[in-house]
C-alpha cells in the first residue's frame, strides 16, 4: 500500500506541475490520425501485456524522460497495484484529443474498461517531437482535469 501512496504522490506533483497549462479541444478533423492510431495502438499492447504478466522493453516511442517509467521493473509495479483496483485491461475506445496552451503537449483521452472498472481514462500524452511523454490510467470524467 505504501507504494501506491507514493506513486499518488508522484501523480499529484506531475498534475499540479501541468495545472498551470490550459487544454484545448481539437476539432476532429484536424487531429493527427496516425498519431492518435498509434496511441491506441501503444497503449493497448502494453495494458494486454500487462495482463499477461508481460513488460515489454521501453521503445523508440518513449520520450528519454518516459523511458525510465517503463522499466521491466517499474512496469511490473504500476501493474501490481493496479491490479486489485481496476483489474485487467479488456478494451479502449477513442474519445477526444486536446493540446496544451502554450502548445507542449497533444493529448489523446480513451475510455478504458477493465475487470474490475467499466470506465477509466487512458490517457497518452505526446511532445512536439512525436514521442509518448506521458500514460495515465485514471477514473474517468468526462472534463479533463
Do not use: H
Given at each position: 500500500?505504501?507504494?501506491?501512496?507514493?506513486?499518488?504522490?508522484?501523480?499529484?506533483?506531475?498534475?499540479?506541475?501541468?495545472?498551470?497549462?490550459?487544454?484545448?479541444?481539437?476539432?476532429?478533423?484536424?487531429?493527427?490520425?496516425?498519431?492518435?492510431?498509434?496511441?491506441?495502438?501503444?497503449?493497448?499492447?502494453?495494458?494486454?501485456?500487462?495482463?499477461?504478466?508481460?513488460?515489454?522493453?521501453?521503445?523508440?516511442?518513449?520520450?528519454?524522460?518516459?523511458?525510465?517509467?517503463?522499466?521491466?521493473?517499474?512496469?511490473?509495479?504500476?501493474?501490481?497495484?493496479?491490479?486489485?483496483?481496476?483489474?485487467?485491461?479488456?478494451?479502449?475506445?477513442y474519445?477526444?484529443?486536446r493540446?496544451?496552451?502554450?502548445?507542449?503537449?497533444?493529448?489523446?483521452r480513451?475510455?478504458?474498461?477493465?475487470?474490475?472498472?467499466?470506465?477509466?481514462?487512458?490517457r497518452m500524452?505526446?511532445?512536439?517531437?512525436?514521442?509518448?511523454?506521458?500514460?495515465?490510467?485514471?477514473?474517468?470524467?468526462?472534463?479533463?482535469?
Open positions: 500500500m505504501t507504494r501506491f501512496v507514493r506513486w499518488i504522490a508522484i501523480a499529484a506533483i506531475a498534475i499540479s506541475a501541468c495545472a498551470q497549462l490550459k487544454y484545448e479541444k481539437i476539432p476532429e478533423v484536424e487531429v493527427n490520425q496516425t498519431q492518435r492510431a498509434a496511441a491506441e495502438a501503444w497503449a493497448t499492447q502494453t495494458l494486454t501485456s500487462w495482463a499477461q504478466d508481460r513488460y515489454p522493453p521501453p521503445d523508440n516511442d518513449l520520450s528519454d524522460a518516459m523511458k525510465p517509467g517503463q522499466s521491466e521493473a517499474r512496469q511490473k509495479e504500476t501493474d501490481k497495484q493496479l491490479e486489485p483496483i481496476v483489474g485487467n485491461f479488456k478494451s479502449m475506445a474519445f477526444e484529443t493540446k496544451s496552451d502554450p502548445a507542449k503537449f497533444v493529448i489523446y480513451f475510455k478504458g474498461v477493465f475487470t474490475k472498472e467499466d470506465l477509466m481514462e487512458i500524452v505526446y511532445n512536439l517531437q512525436g514521442k509518448i511523454d506521458g500514460f495515465w490510467i485514471k477514473p474517468w470524467l468526462n472534463s479533463m482535469q
